[in-house]
C-alpha cells in the first residue's frame, strides 16, 4: 500500500538525490561567488574577468542541467552539460592530480 501512495513521487525523488551534488555545487558557487572567483585567479592568474566568466560558467551550467533533469526536458544534453561541466572542474581544480579526490 505503502508504494501505490508513493509510486508517483519516486521518479522525482530519484532524478533530486542523482543530481544534489549538482545542486549543492551551483548554490554554493553563488554564495561563495568571491572565494571561488579569488581561488581561480589565484591558481590560474588568469585575472578577475576570465574568473569570473568560469565561475558564471559553472553556476548556470550546474544549475540549468538541474532543472532540466527535474523537469524531464532535455535529459540526455543536460547530462552531457553536467559531465562537461565535471571535466572543466577537474582541469580547472587540478583535481586530475589528486588521486585520493578523485577517486572518492
Given amino acids: 500500500q505503502f508504494l501505490r501512495v508513493t509510486k508517483q513521487y519516486l521518479p522525482h525523488v530519484a532524478r533530486l538525490c542523482l543530481i544534489s551534488t549538482f545542486l549543492e555545487d551551483g548554490i554554493r558557487m ?3 561567488w568571491s572565494e571561488q572567483r579569488d581561488y581561480i ?3 590560474w ?3 578577475y574577468f ?3 566568466i568560469f565561475v558564471i560558467l559553472n553556476l548556470f551550467g550546474q544549475l540549468s542541467g538541474c532543472i532540466l533533469v527535474l523537469s524531464r526536458n532535455f ?3 543536460a547530462c552531457f552539460g553536467l559531465f562537461g561541466i565535471i571535466a572543466l572542474q577537474t582541469i580547472a581544480y587540478s583535481i ?3 588521486l585520493k579526490f578523485l577517486m572518492r
Fill in 30 to 32: 553563488w554564495f561563495q
Fill in 41 to 43: 585567479d589565484g591558481t
Fill in 45 to 47: 592568474n588568469c585575472g
Fill in 50 to 52: 576570465l574568473a569570473s
Fill in 75 to 77: 535529459v540526455q544534453y
Fill in 96 to 98: 586530475l592530480w589528486d
